[in-house]
């Protein structure tokens, strides 16, 4: 065979190999972004089928709008329009931007009646906000998600909310506690900083109603003195709006993972499950202990 033809066959096979390579190290790249193994670690879904990788900040903010609706007692609905409308919004930041004077989660503006802006940048009342306009819809929940979340917003692109839909949906189900051991955060940094009980129990307090009032104590014994003032356990059997005490104890233990970071929490059981902070990779995984009809929530000490 002449030399020429040999030469160009070593060449594309050269650069058949390099593009191998290529395109391997590039699906690479990508999913360890996905997953947190470089860069600032990620929380994530795994539900139905589907996976979706979260900041903390987006995480914690889709625990207390889905939080905010279960005081209420709104369907699940409810929490997909306001988790697709917060994606398209704001990306489930709380921004201090935006178009004019909008700010926060659902880009509200004071100047149109939705509050102060220091309220406004408040998630919670944000979110109570977002759903005082939502339960005036007639029908909202039957409605196709773009025109029950236009009907709160009047925005300029209401089309847009339609592409987050699938992601709310995840979203919904897994922090409503449907499925369960689906839901994961790295939790805060080991540097030492203590967090606080008393902020934690008033904080599920405050996004979860006044109900959460008889539901949240002190751990009480066991564990030592140190050990039962830093742990908050929570009842799965207080009243609430959908589902039973498991999907009630998935739907709490969900949001103390959510807001780990925030809040400093390092440990969260529920049944024969834990998650533990600065375990992404593994999530949550049995136990031999059971905490029984209630969510227990260690916090940094």
Same mark, same amino acid.
């Given at each position: 065979?002449?030399?020429?033809?040999?030469?160009?066959?070593?060449?594309?096979?050269?650069?058949?190999?390099?593009?191998?390579?290529?395109?391997?190290?590039?699906?690479?790249?990508?999913?360890?972004?996905?997953?947190?193994?470089?860069?600032?670690?990620?929380?994530?879904?795994?539900?139905?089928?589907?996976?979706?990788?979260?900041?903390?900040?987006?995480?914690?903010?889709?625990?207390?709008?889905?939080?905010?609706?279960?005081?209420?007692?709104?369907?699940?609905?409810?929490?997909?329009?306001?988790?697709?409308?917060?994606?398209?919004?704001?990306?489930?930041?709380?921004?201090?931007?935006?178009?004019?004077?909008?700010?926060?989660?659902?880009?509200?503006?004071?100047?149109?009646?939705?509050?102060?802006?220091?309220?406004?940048?408040?998630?919670?009342?944000?979110?109570?906000?977002?759903?005082?306009?939502?339960?005036?819809?007639?029908?909202?929940?039957?409605?196709?998600?773009?025109?029950?979340?236009?009907?709160?917003?009047?925005?300029?692109?209401?089309?847009?909310?339609?592409?987050?839909?699938?992601?709310?949906?995840?979203?919904?189900?897994?922090?409503?506690?449907?499925?369960?051991?689906?839901?994961?955060?790295?939790?805060?940094?080991?540097?030492?900083?203590?967090?606080?009980?008393?902020?934690?129990?008033?904080?599920?307090?405050?996004?979860?109603?006044?109900?959460?009032?008889?539901?949240?104590?002190?751990?009480?014994?066991?564990?030592?003195?140190?050990?039962?003032?830093?742990?908050? #356990? +929570? @009842?799965? !059997?207080?009243?609430?709006?959908?589902? *039973?005490?498991? $999907?009630? /104890? =998935?739907?709490?233990?969900?949001?103390?993972?959510?807001?780990?970071?925030?809040?400093?929490?390092? #440990? +969260? @059981?529920? !049944?024969?499950?834990?998650?533990?902070? *600065?375990?992404? $990779?593994? /999530? =949550?995984?049995?136990?031999?202990?059971?905490?029984?009809?209630?969510?227990?929530?260690?916090?940094? #000490?």
């Amino acid at each position: 065979m002449p030399l020429p033809v040999l030469a160009s066959r070593a060449r594309r096979t050269r650069a058949a190999i390099a593009c191998a390579v290529l395109l391997a190290l590039v699906g690479y790249v990508a999913v360890h972004i996905a997953t947190g193994g470089w860069g600032p670690p990620r929380c994530f879904v795994r539900a139905e089928g589907e996976y979706l990788a979260l900041t903390p900040e987006q995480a914690g903010n889709a625990a207390t709008i889905e939080a905010v609706a279960a005081s209420r007692g709104l369907p699940e609905r409810a929490v997909t329009i306001a988790l697709a409308t917060a994606l398209q919004e704001s990306g489930l930041r709380n921004i201090r931007h935006g178009d004019r004077d909008s700010l926060g989660l659902f880009q509200q503006r004071p100047s149109q009646g939705w509050g102060t802006a220091r309220q406004i940048q408040d998630p919670v009342y944000a979110t109570g906000r977002f759903y005082d306009h939502l339960v005036k819809v007639p029908g909202y929940s039957r409605l196709p998600l773009t025109v029950a979340a236009q009907r709160v917003q009047y925005s300029g692109y209401p089309q847009a909310y339609a592409k987050h839909e699938t992601e709310a949906v995840v979203l919904t189900g897994a922090l409503t506690g449907r499925s369960a051991a689906a839901f994961s955060c790295p939790g805060p940094p080991d540097d030492g900083v203590p967090g606080d009980p008393a902020r934690v129990r008033a904080e599920l307090k405050r996004e979860f109603g006044a109900e959460m009032a008889a539901a949240v104590r002190p751990a009480g014994q066991g564990g030592g003195r140190a050990a039962a003032t830093h742990t908050v #356990r +929570v @009842s799965t !059997g207080a009243p609430r709006a959908r589902g *039973g005490a498991e $999907r009630n /104890g =998935w739907e709490l233990a969900y949001w103390a993972v959510a807001h780990s970071d925030e809040l400093r929490i390092e #440990r +969260v @059981s529920y !049944g024969n499950h834990v998650w533990i902070a *600065g375990n992404l $990779r593994a /999530g =949550w995984h049995t136990t031999d202990e059971d905490s029984g009809p209630e969510v227990r929530i260690a916090i940094a #000490r």
